[in-house]
């Protein structure tokens, strides 16, 4: 029997010892901070920015050269080659009218479907080709925005003055694309708030139909660069002005099986985007389907009740009565397997819109 003073000796001994030590577990470590979520940014528009829209790979390249790693493009439409490795999900579709998107609520389920922070938005192209007054486009630019804010009320919105337009077949453009882009600074003035505000981006001033484009209205390599030199100082301002905490590297994954299938192959498929009394819009979808990467396509159909193609995009189109044979441009031939492009044109006609069987092979 232990005597007392040497008992009470040793219960002081282990009363000094942390609870932790007796029990036999060691302290959790403290937790780590959560990894800030990454900024959604929509790009938002027609054709200039979706078909490629090469712009938006020049400009996410430099976001991320210098420090803005947690910038996430997002869009229900995805990237249509441009040459190096970027982010493409975008909502640039290719011959619509911003007229028309608002007056068919088509926005608020993009906006459901990725749920973007700021909208870059250059718009109204084909609605100034169309001759739409500029009153009706900056109406159609207030829906937006107010669907915009609806999905997030702090959404910050950039709202380009659009790039200048000279095509052959609408001498007026020029003029009109002045008219729009005149009152855009006026009209962003009494929407802008501070809680979401509306920024104009002058896409404008500086911008050479001649040099920095191709065919008078969609930008070539030059005018991605000049485009993307704009929106970038605007982005950064509306991200914060300051360099992004980068998050977590994601989890490797798995290598990708290497497709098994034919060396080549090519799939092409059609659809009508809309139709109007005498007119259509009509888009092809250009898929390689061979296990190889393609560097080129070239996609044919034949017409039907006299219709006759007025203006196309993405694609070197040719028409010989009927038949009609669409091959690849600069950026959009080299497909790796899966890969698709897509290309649209506009189109008279005396009845219907459709096409004969629609064939694609590739290179």
Not at 28 to 55: E, F, H, Y
Not at 213 to 241: C, F, I, Q
Not at 272 to 297: D, F, H, K, L, M
Request: charged share 10%; glycine share 12%.
């Amino acid at each position: 029997m232990l005597r007392r003073p040497l008992l009470h000796a040793l219960l002081a001994a282990l009363a000094a010892i942390p609870l932790a030590l007796v029990v036999g577990f060691t302290a959790p470590s403290p937790a780590l901070p959560a990894a800030a979520a990454p900024v959604r940014v929509m790009p938002l528009g027609d054709s200039i920015t979706g078909s490629p829209g090469c712009w938006r790979s020049v400009l996410w390249n430099r976001l991320q050269a210098t420090g803005h790693t947690d910038v996430d493009f997002v869009g229900t439409l995805g990237p249509q080659g441009c040459g190096q490795p970027h982010d493409g999900d975008n909502e640039g579709h290719g011959g619509y009218l911003v007229t028309t998107v608002a007056n068919q609520n088509l926005l608020p389920g993009w906006l459901a479907a990725t749920r973007p922070d700021i909208v870059l938005m250059h718009f109204g192209t084909n609605d100034v080709w169309s001759a739409v007054a500029p009153a009706t486009i900056l109406a159609a630019y207030g829906r937006l925005v107010a669907q915009m804010r609806a999905s997030n009320p702090a959404m910050k919105v950039l709202v380009a003055k659009i790039i200048p337009m000279a095509p052959p077949t609408c001498p007026e453009c020029g003029q009109r694309v002045v008219a729009l882009n005149d009152a855009i600074d006026g009209w962003a003035a009494t929407i802008s708030t501070p809680a979401s505000p509306v920024v104009v981006v002058d896409q404008w001033t500086g911008f050479s139909t001649a040099t920095d484009t191709y065919d008078g209205v969609h930008p070539n390599a030059s005018g991605d660069r000049k485009m993307a030199d704009r929106w970038y100082p605007a982005l950064t301002e509306a991200l914060g002005g300051v360099t992004p905490t980068p998050t977590a590297s994601p989890t490797p994954t798995s290598p990708s099986p290497t497709p098994s299938g034919p060396a080549t192959g090519c799939t092409a498929s059609y659809r009508v985007v809309g139709q109007w009394q005498g007119g259509y819009q009509g888009e092809v979808t250009v898929r390689n389907s061979g296990a190889t990467p393609a560097s080129g396509w070239t996609v044919r159909f034949t017409l039907s009740d006299g219709q006759r193609i007025t203006q196309s995009w993405n694609a070197r189109l040719t028409q010989s009565g009927a038949e009609v044979t669409a091959g690849d441009v600069d950026w959009n031939g080299d497909l790796a397997p899966g890969a698709q492009a897509t290309f649209g044109f506009l189109a008279t006609t005396s009845g219907g819109a459709g096409t004969g069987p629609v064939s694609c092979t590739a290179t």
